[in-house]
Nanobody
Framework: QVQLVESGGGLVQAGGSLRLSCAAS????????MGWFRQAPGKEREFVVG???????YYADSVKGRFTVSRDNAKNTVYLQMNSLKPEDTAVYYC??????????????????WGKGTLVTVSS
């Protein structure tokens, strides 16, 4: 069993930055593919970024160049640095873990565990 706990959300003005963290329990973190997803009010959940166990990454076009994902296997934590935030980035951000491949995470498939989410609000 893996538990994921997100933190770091909050209210920020457009153009500002936030850093989200996702702390994972369990010994399988280092081998897991991790993903960040988000769900804006009234919209479906969407993929944001994925990072493989080896550190390969894949970003959604909407965040490319502004967001950076990283992971610290020693701390069982994955991070999402969000810069140049826009009002359209407002959403609940979820961390997820998968035993499968990065491409599957990108497609939104095969996520085994989800966190409860952290709210990011970007004001204009």
């Amino acid at each position: 069993q893996v538990q994921l706990v997100e933190s770091g959300g909050g209210l920020v003005q457009a153009g500002g930055s936030l850093r989200l963290s996702c702390a994972a329990s369990g010994r399988t973190f280092s081998s897991a593919t991790m993903g960040w997803f988000r769900q804006a009010p009234g919209k479906e959940r969407e993929f944001v970024v994925g990072i493989s166990s080896g550190g390969s990454t894949y970003y959604a076009d909407s965040v490319k160049g502004r967001f950076t994902v990283s992971r610290d296997n020693a701390k069982n934590t994955v991070y999402l640095q969000m810069n140049s935030l826009k009002p359209e980035d407002t959403a609940v951000y979820y961390c997820a873990a998968a035993a499968g491949r990065l491409i599957d995470v990108v497609r939104g498939h095969g996520m085994d565990y989800w966190g409860k989410g952290t709210l990011v609000t970007v004001s204009s």
